[in-house]
């Protein structure tokens, strides 16, 4: 082997000590691979090695993300984290939501697409990767359904990305419209609920107190009678897995009618009274 090159297995012992580039701040990975390479003169063979490998190709699938989603400790400030950032570090694909009918639905990896209420609490911030959640109830999107038989808003979740509606153009052009909804996971309960969130800040009026909302923007779903502020899509990360890429908009749509709540979802960064909750879990 000439002196530039690194074995396989060399090249995988170093991968499993100090990760990828792309897995955390810059200056902490370059100390590490530092130490890791010095003690036989592997770091030039190593930069050059990883240096022809397409970094912006995916590390892992969505649906691999999902499963890993299934056994990571939500209570693990650590664990949740780096999965949050792996989000983005491994460059996952846009997520399946609504694939078999004729609109498709995708969520774009973006764990920093929900934005926080224009007027943030003082209270300190406990997680860099969960925010809560609060509503002031207007009525559910279908009036006739008892508060019973809803579901409740999640009080602490873990956003995932943004809503994308994806359709053909008379061109046979596939095209992505950016929605106003949020896909986060429920942090607290331990079925974790898969909800979207109508994101009422993205595009809040400092001036003019404005926020954005439901009523005044397109319908997401064609089916439904109007546009809703919170609606749990599955109730576990199991179940979407278990139906992705199977999943209608019918499906969907009976899912919104069912648990659709209208009301300004307040969204704060997460303070250690509302990370009490995990501790029970």
């Known amino acids: 082997m000439a002196a530039n090159e690194i074995s396989d297995q060399r090249f995988a012992e170093i991968i499993q000590v100090v990760g990828w580039p792309t897995d955390g701040p810059p200056g902490t990975y370059t100390q590490r691979l530092e130490q ?24 892992q699938t969505p649906t691999e993300w999902l499963q890993k989603l299934t056994t990571v400790n939500f209570a693990d400030p650590v664990d949740i984290n780096n999965l949050s950032y792996a989000l983005t570090s491994d460059n996952v694909d846009d997520f399946d939501l609504v694939a078999a009918s004729e609109f498709n639905f995708t969520v774009s990896a973006f764990p920093g697409a929900l934005s926080l209420h224009p007027r943030p609490t003082k209270k300190p911030i406990a997680h860099s990767a969960l925010v809560s959640l609060s509503i002031e109830l207007v009525s559910h999107i279908t009036p006739r359904l008892e508060h019973s038989q809803s579901q409740p808003l999640p009080s602490l979740v873990l956003p995932i990305g943004q809503l994308q509606k994806k359709y053909i153009n008379t061109s046979g052009i596939p095209n992505l419209i950016d929605t106003d909804y949020i896909l986060v996971v429920d942090a607290a309960e331990t079925s ?32 439904s009678e109007k546009n809703f502020d919170a609606a749990q ?22 899912s919104l009618k069912k648990t659709g709540l209208v009301g300004e979802v307040r969204v704060m960064n997460a303070t250690p009274k509302d990370l009490a909750a995990l501790a029970n879990k």
Not at 196 to 221: A, H, M, N, S
Not at 233 to 254: H, N, Q, R, T
Request: hydrophobic share 35%.
């Open 36 to 59: 890791e390479t010095g003690r036989n003169n592997s770091l030039i063979p190593f930069l050059k090695r990883i240096s022809d490998i397409d970094i912006n190709s995916p590390l």
């Open 192 to 223: 974790h609920a898969v909800w979207l969130i109508y994101d009422r800040y993205q595009r809040y009026d400092y001036e003019f107190k404005g926020v954005t909302d439901p009523k005044r923007t397109p319908l997401v779903c064609t089916g």
């Open 233 to 254: 899509i599955f109730p576990s990360i199991k179940d979407w897995i278990e139906a992705y890429g199977k999943v209608s908009e019918a499906e969907v749509l009976d």
